[in-house]
């Protein structure tokens, strides 16, 4: 399982917060999916809004702050403070893995030389996911697992130094087709079962089950999930 929106978000704990991710390695998630931005003075924090007011109730935006008054934030879900990017990880070392949800735009390669730096020290390279930009692929390609379609896999299968270490295939309506194509392939696949998803499609309790039953059912092993859903597993 990976907590999606940075572990357990519920009534009391806010996203991408320490007290988040506390409840999604005690729960037995195996990864946490965290969102990247960077603040006005170059430091990577983790947090999914553009801006602070959903959980902080500050409207500015990540990029007009410094991380010195970002650090001042506070949040009344468990007194939440917006983590560093290097902060997440020391706290997920030995305990849970990463998938990076990258929000910054353009391919500022020593600025990305710098996750892949963090991820290394903390020992949380080996095994971390991406959801990566257009822009930053060429960076990130062979540094870090980078999420795509099965399309975009095939058309990657094509390219000079092509390996199935390099991508996964992500997608929330993945087949069973799908997922035997993957394994085949020697590609990791991981399905998705989150609020976003199924807000969009005005989704009932009914249909929800069914959803995450027929997911269930491809054989994927797998899953990046908003936290109400893991009754369901």
Known sequence: MIAHRGGIVD?????????????????????????????????????HDASFKRYYENDSLVTAMTWREISR???????????????????????????IDNKIAGNDTALFSKVIALLKKYNLDKNALMIGTEASTPFFTGKIKLSCTR???????????????????????LTKEDVIWAKQNNIMAVGVVNEWRYKRSDAGKDEIQK??????????RYFQIDSQYQPFF
Request: aromatic share 8%; charged share 25%.
């Open 151 to 173: 399309k975009q896999l095939e058309e990657n299968m094509q390219k000079p130094g092509y390996s199935p270490a390099h991508y996964y295939l992500f997608d929330a309506n």
């Open 11 to 47: 009534s009391t704990n806010a996203e991408n917060s320490l007290p988040a991710m506390q409840a999604a390695a005690k729960k037995g998630y195996s990864m946490v999916e965290i969102d990247l931005r960077l603040t006005k003075d170059s430091v990577l924090i983790i947090q």
């Open 73 to 99: 934030l506070s949040s009344d879900k468990n007194n939440s403070k917006v983590l560093s990017f290097e902060e997440a990880l020391q706290f997920c070392s030995g305990k849970l893995g990463v998938m």
């Open 211 to 220: 959803d995450i039953q027929r997911l269930k059912d491809t054989g994927l």
